[in-house]
Nanobody, 122 residues
Framework: VQLQAFGGGLVQAGGSLRLSCAASGRSFSSLSVGWLRQAPGKERETVSVISWTGYSTYYADSVKGRFTISRDNAKNTVYLQMNSLKPEDTAVYYC????????????????WGQGTLVTVSS
């Protein structure tokens, strides 16, 4: 499966962005999908994950209440709505997918998209 992440950009603190992860190839609806991020000099962090059904979601403590993950299987797309952005949210955001939900949470997915840069200015 091929994943493409887009929607990053420059935004002021307190602003919003919506990232999209579009998939092609094998059946997307059977995959759990997540967003992970990596800031300069920091380890990669799992931000949010959604199960293939959409019923299970995971959020890092740092983004709870501000970010919302959703999916539209008809469009083979997963979204990450990011509100109340902070400068510490600045990072390259990657989408990843796998048959196994825990693997996506652990950051060991089989499928990865290219990153999209999110920059939050203070």
């Amino acid at each position: 499966v091929q994943l493409q992440a887009f929607g990053g950009g420059l935004v002021q603190a307190g602003g919003s962005l919506r990232l999209s992860c579009a998939a092609s190839g094998r059946s997307f609806s059977s995959l759990s999908v997540g967003w992970l991020r990596q800031a300069p000099g920091k380890e990669r962090e799992t931000v949010s994950v959604i199960s293939w059904t959409g019923y299970s979601t995971y959020y890092a403590d740092s983004v709870k209440g501000r970010f919302t993950i959703s999916r539209d299987n008809a469009k083979n797309t997963v979204y990450l709505q990011m509100n109340s952005l902070k400068p510490e949210d600045t990072a390259v955001y990657y989408c990843a997918a796998d048959n196994t939900y825990p693997k996506v949470v652990r950051g060991t997915s089989d499928y990865w998209g290219q990153g999209t840069l999110v920059t939050v200015s203070s």
